[in-house]
């Protein structure tokens, strides 16, 4: 009988039930908006911070992260990656090499970072610079190869061309002055000039010779998860895989904490912006309820003077709420599921407005997509359906406590 009679209650006023069950409509689609962009965001933040070299997870020398010196090395970092390659949840690992070097010609010098990869196997996805090729080719891993990859804007700094030499200075493993004669094989461009003027991309097999370490000998190995959200956990599983008093393993969040504060910061923003978005729909919602209540105050006397229980008048008034609710989620699913399609396989391109835009030292990708998870959809419907019920708890109170007699004689 309550739900019945909840359900004819609730279109006595089509209008107005139909423009509370649209506020709870759009605090979902609004809610689901703003999660998904921010998601896709930072994750591809995530990502294009892991693909400049250290991964979503970072094996490393104990100290290394602190301290970051070519005296420290992983002795066996190619086994750990190809002993990491096999648990569960890594998409890829890879042995890298990486440091501080200068960079000079017979005009000018610049000082700058390196990573040293095996150009033969690193796909695109998992190398921002390898991503980036603008002109040349990517050097091969042969250890007799002089080939290296620069950024474009270092190369107008030190007016180098495809084909012009470059000497690199950096400290061996033993903490000498080394230095190496190379030739520009190919040239990137994220688009980023902090990025492009500094990084340079060396042959790992080339490099290992010129330090003087073995083999299998690198400072990193840089794992990659299926996503940028599973890497928390997976720092867990590697280390104990291969976790050991002489080697740490660290998440992007230790290892890029630079990003990881601007994403910390942007994500707290964003859930209050939310928070007070659910309490203007809520407040909407409570309004709209408790007028109807009012409206109905000499009905709901009658009610309870021919013997209804104020507990089932109250239980009348929340399944009201509870319809609205599940009104008001249905429709927000019929709006937002279009929407949300679009904007993942589409989006919308600004990179008019946002090219070349950084953050943290990290590529912006000039794209605003959405991307969400069932867990975090299933967090957003349920808490806007919760507060529209917690907001039909006063007016249900409300009419639990309208006094029959009174209510009868004064609204006759």
Do not use: C
């Not at 096999?86 to 010098?109: H, K, L, P, S």
């Not at 461009?189 to 080339?206: H, K, N, S």
């Amino acid at each position: 009988m309550i739900w019945s009679l909840s359900w004819r209650n609730l279109w006595r006023s089509r209008r107005r039930t139909l423009i509370t069950s649209a506020s709870v409509a759009l605090g979902i689609w609004m809610s689901l908006t703003f999660t998904g962009i921010g998601m896709y965001s930072y994750g591809s933040m995530i990502d294009n911070s892991a693909a400049m070299g250290m991964g979503h997870v970072t094996v490393e020398p104990a100290g290394y992260n602190d301290s970051p010196s070519l005296d420290k090395r992983l002795t066996d970092a190619v086994g750990l990656r190809d002993q990491i390659r096999g648990v569960d949840g890594v998409q890829a690992a890879y042995a890298r090499i990486t440091g501080q070097a200068m960079f000079a010609t017979a005009r000018e010098n610049r000082g700058g970072i390196f990573l040293a990869v095996d150009t033969q196997t690193e796909p695109a996805n998992h190398n921002i610079f390898v991503r980036s090729l603008k002109e040349g080719v990517i050097p091969t891993n042969d250890a007799e190869d002089d080939g290296v990859l620069i950024g474009r804007e270092l190369a107008e700094r030190l007016d180098l061309k495809l084909g012009r030499k470059l000497v690199y200075t950096v400290t061996d493993a033993n903490g000498e002055i080394v230095s190496e004669v190379a030739r520009v094989r190919g040239i990137y461009a994220t688009g980023v000039d902090e990025i492009d003027a500094f990084a340079v991309v060396l042959p790992i097999a080339r490099l290992r010779k010129l330090l003087g370490y073995g083999p299998s000998e690198a400072t990193v190995v840089a794992v990659f998860a299926d996503t940028a959200w599973d890497a928390d956990a997976l720092v867990d599983t590697v280390r104990g895989v291969v976790g050991a008093p002489e080697r740490e393993v660290l998440g992007w969040r230790k290892t890029q904490s630079d990003i990881a504060s601007a994403i910390a910061v942007d994500w707290a923003i964003n859930r209050l912006f939310q928070l007070l978005l659910a309490i203007v729909v809520a407040a909407g919602i409570l309004n709209t309820m408790l007028m109807s209540v009012l409206e109905r105050r000499r009905e709901m006397g009658i009610m309870l003077a021919v013997g209804m229980a104020r507990s089932r008048l109250f239980a009348m008034v929340v399944v009201q709420a509870m319809m609205v609710a599940l009104v008001g989620v249905i429709l927000g699913a019929i709006v937002t599921t279009p929407w949300y399609l679009w904007m993942h396989y589409s989006g919308i391109d600004i990179s008019e407005y946002m090219e070349g835009m950084e953050v943290g030292g990290v590529v912006f990708e000039p794209w605003i997509r959405m991307t969400l998870y069932g867990d975090v959809i299933a967090i957003i419907g349920s808490t806007v359906f919760g507060l529209t019920i917690l907001a039909g708890l006063y007016p249900a109170w409300k009419a639990g406590n309208v006094p029959p007699v009174e209510s009868i004689r004064t609204l006759a």
